[in-house]
């Protein structure tokens, strides 16, 4: 109960700083978009959080619109995303619209991604219906597995193969060894992995200690 209330709180006070913190990167991200591809500046994702309820996920927009594409594929459509979605994407600047998310309370700084719609028998199906018994985040182990090592598997069928297993187990892995300073660090890490994509550089150690996680569930 301590733990939830601390973490609300946390969450509301690092949304607000985040938001007034990266407003100048907001506002580029805008123009940057519009340059690249004329059309709304957001993309409301409809997705599964805590008790599997559904609710509208904020992001920057990074590919360009189609009517009718699959939008709950755990892979996106490469050849949609633009410039600087490319950009985004890599530096996750397209999650920062979700800090809105943090504070309706829909989300949270730390805990499993929100689940596709299409996707929730495979992401929360199972072992991993633990996942919905806490707030989604927009960082965990897994989306930083994710990140670190997901992205480099554009096709679907490999990426199920060998990134979705070991994504899943870590989803559950957070679940049962949450902890407030446990959340702090995988802050830290995050920030980590998004300079060693800014550099070019691969966390070698983090990837490493996210797969011995998976291996303690």
Known sequence: MIYRFCKRLFDVGCA?????????IWLFSIVATLISDWGPLFYFANRVGKDNKQFKMWKFRSMRVARGANEASLRPDQNRIFWWGKWMRRL?????PQ???ILNGTMSIVGPRPAAVDQVGITRGGENAIAATVPCGLTSQSSLWDYIYGDQF???????EKVLPIRLKLDVY???HAS???????????????LYTALGKYPQWM???LVEYSKAV
């Open 92 to 96: 996750k600047i397209d999650e920062l």
């Open 207 to 209: 990837h490493d200690k």
């Open 99 to 101: 800090l809105i998310n």
């Open 174 to 176: 957070y679940v049962k």
């Open 180 to 194: 407030f300073f446990g959340d702090i660090k995988l802050i830290i890490w995050t920030v980590l992995a998004i």
């Open 154 to 160: 554009p096709d679907e069928a490999e990426y199920n």
């Open 16 to 24: 607000l700083i985040g938001i007034i913190g990266t407003a100048p």
